[in-house]
T-cell receptor, first 113, second 114 residues
């Protein structure tokens, strides 16, 4: 048990729709990152938040956006879904700095039809 | 650009065997290195974190080493068990913008046969 939860577990959307994925971290985990994992690949960094401010973003278009809330929960929003957005979306959190051990949630499996 | 490579991509061993998983990275300016386990369709479980100043870390039957200068890390699993079957991922932690990020290899899929 990592203490990091994600919802929903699975989600099916159609191309062009919008989706919001949620993550709940342990109390005190100030850093949260989101990753996209395509089938058979390692996770790819989307972005990171530290104390509700974005402090790093990977090579993902602006239609991927996020929020972090004071209660240690966070969201990943994806607009104008494309077929290639089908993947496992993982959030990871850590106590303080990103250099601490990263604890991952179970992921949300998104399928775009 | 940092690239992380894991060899082999897949490995099948009989129960009880000792084994080594390899991870290499192209840029030695890493902050830390972390090994994870991933069961099919599941999230990642952290196994070991090696600080950049450390050479190895041990947890139970697992031992991970780090050689920054050569850009290599190994994960040693002693006396393998069927329950060890999973995909093992290594990730380097890089400074990025005002924070940092994990850069993953593609993983080694391990199967331990009874």
């Amino acid at each position: 048990e990592t203490g990091v939860t994600q919802s929903p577990t699975h989600l099916i959307k159609t191309r062009g729709q919008q989706v919001t994925l949620r993550c709940s971290s342990q109390s005190g985990h100030n850093t949260v990152s989101w990753y996209q994992q395509a089938l058979g690949q390692g996770p790819q960094f989307i972005f990171q938040y530290y104390r509700e401010e974005e402090n790093g973003r990977g090579n993902f278009p602006p239609r991927f956006s996020g929020l972090q809330f004071p209660n240690y929960s966070s969201e990943l929003n994806v607009n104008a879904l494309e077929l290639d957005d089908s993947a496992l979306y993982l959030c990871a959190s850590s106590w303080g700095s990103f250099t601490d051990t990263q604890y991952f949630g179970p992921g949300t499996r998104l399928t775009v039809l | 650009k940092q690239e992380v490579t894991q060899i082999p991509a897949a490995l099948s061993v009989p129960e009880g065997e000792n084994l080594v998983l390899n991870c290499s990275f192209t840029d030695s300016a890493i902050y830390n290195l972390q090994w994870f386990r991933q069961d099919p369709g599941k999230g990642l479980t952290s196994l070991l974190l090696i600080q950049s100043s450390q050479r190895e870390q041990t947890s139970g039957r697992l031992n991970a080493s780090l050689d920054k200068s050569s850009g290599r890390s190994t994960l040693y699993i002693a006396a393998s068990q069927p329950g060890d079957s999973a995909t093992y991922l290594c990730a380097v932690i890089m400074i990025y913008n005002q924070g940092g990020k994990l850069i993953f290899g593609q993983g080694t899929e391990l199967s331990v046969k009874p």
